[in-house]
């Protein structure tokens, strides 16, 4: 890595702190911006450069006798070239770094720090995205390469977008809308380059089938046969691979003027496949209702990954985790004896702020093991399209020997 790159990302960090408050009063600035990016084509006939740059600061604070306190500092950039498209021909190409900033107390997984709490931002540069995609046919796209893919909710295959380091996927992926309200994706996973920027084999056929039903809601079916065949100290292992079929059905339609009613539905059923040395067969469930008026929503949920003994239970490794169950991330592997997490959340948009809070009851799949609860806050405001500020608290009160956990984030970002 060159040795200017540090000052620049701390440079950059800091110009980006100042200007996203008066970016929406800088709208010829961003238009500017926006030209630059495409060579001054309006229509990017000659492609555009995607650039984003995203600061963060991580507090954890889980009370492990054995472990310090987890403090990040750090910036992640993401910089790309889209083409434009020729006889359905179009291709991208995205390099992605993390750079530490001051503050580097902490266990990244990578960087030796083993006496830190964890937090998976590792320093590290990689190639983020390389693919190639062809519309020549109807109604369907084929893209071949490194991708980022997001299926559903995220909860079965997603990016980790959550992390400075995102996860990305070598694979075919075939998107075809050739039928009414129906949209097919189906694919195949050679590996996963992983949030801590290494890379994990796989033989993953996919497929997903979504129909829409007008004015009602969208019913999904889907398979996953997930053959992870690493050793190479990534996050995932034998035991992750699995087979899983399921089903869902969710929507926000309209029940009076400026109110909608919210839900989901989801079943799935799945058993060992692959190099699985273990043999065991499990169920999911994911039931959610309720309401949006006037911009505040309020929703109130259960989500059970069941669970038969070490090994054998519901699993999601390619999962987008930490956008299920409690933000601290007690739960990013489902304990031995099961998850059952009941929720409620209350949102609201005033003025261009979303504000959230969301609270979680965790207990085995039986409901009968106390693990604690967790109270998540976040306040998020967007400016002229481009930039963002966040900041995010989530409080842990674990049970059963589980330690108590307070996770705090101040964030920053602009994406052309």
Do not use: C
């Not at 996953?224 to 690493?230: A, F, G, K, L």
């Not at 039931?287 to 008026?293: H, K, L, Q, T």
């Amino acid at each position: 890595m060159p040795p200017t790159l540090p000052n620049l990302l701390l440079k950059s960090a800091v110009i980006l702190s100042l200007f996203i408050p008066h970016a929406a009063m800088a709208d010829p600035v961003t238009e500017s911006i926006e030209n630059a990016l495409k060579f001054g084509q309006k229509d990017a006939k000659y492609g555009q450069v995607k650039f984003n740059l995203r600061y963060r600061y991580e507090h954890d604070d889980t009370k492990r006798p054995t472990k310090k306190v987890g403090n990040a500092s750090t910036v992640r950039l993401r910089l790309g070239y889209l083409s434009p498209e020729f006889h359905g021909f179009q291709a991208y190409a995205e390099y992605e770094m993390n750079q530490d900033i001051g503050v580097n107390t902490y266990n990244s997984l990578r960087n030796g720090h083993g006496g830190f709490e964890v937090i998976a931002d590792p320093q590290e540069h990689e190639l983020n995205q390389l693919w190639v995609s062809y519309k020549g046919i109807p109604d369907t796209e084929i893209k071949i390469g490194r991708q980022r893919i997001k299926l559903d909710n995220d909860r079965f295959i997603g990016n980790v977008g959550w992390r400075q380091m995102e996860q990305t996927f070598d694979s075919v992926l075939i998107t075809n809308k050739s039928l009414p309200n129906t949209t097919v994706k189906a694919g195949y996973i050679s590996q996963a380059q992983t949030i801590l920027s290494t890379v994990d084999p796989m033989q993953t056929p996919f497929v997903n089938i979504s129909y829409k039903l007008e004015d009602i809601g969208t019913l999904t079916g889907y398979g996953y046969w997930m053959d992870i065949n690493s050793a190479t100290g990534g996050p995932y292992n034998l035991n992750a691979s699995n087979q899983t079929f399921g089903v869902s059905f969710m929507g926000k339609p309209t029940i009076a003027k400026d109110i909608k009613a919210v839900y989901r539905l989801e079943y799935a059923y799945q058993k060992d496949y692959g190099d699985n040395p273990s043999q065991y067969e499990t169920d999911y469930y994911h039931v959610m209702g309720g309401i949006s008026a006037f911009d505040i929503t309020a929703k109130i949920g259960f989500e059970q990954l069941d669970g038969a003994g070490a090994g054998t239970t519901f699993d999601t490794p390619l999962a987008t985790g930490h956008a299920f169950n409690g933000w601290s991330d007690q739960f990013l592997a489902t304990p031995s004896d099961g998850l059952r997490d009941v929720y409620a959340s209350l949102g609201a948009k005033i003025k261009g702020v979303k504000l959230l809070a969301v609270y979680h009851e965790f207990t085995d799949d039986t409901g009968q093991l106390d693990y604690g609860n967790e109270w998540n806050f976040l306040v998020k405001k967007k400016f002229a399209k481009h930039y963002s500020v966040l900041a995010k608290y989530a409080y842990f009160d674990g049970n059963n020997g589980r330690f108590d956990a307070q996770n705090f984030w101040l964030e920053a970002g602009m994406s052309f």
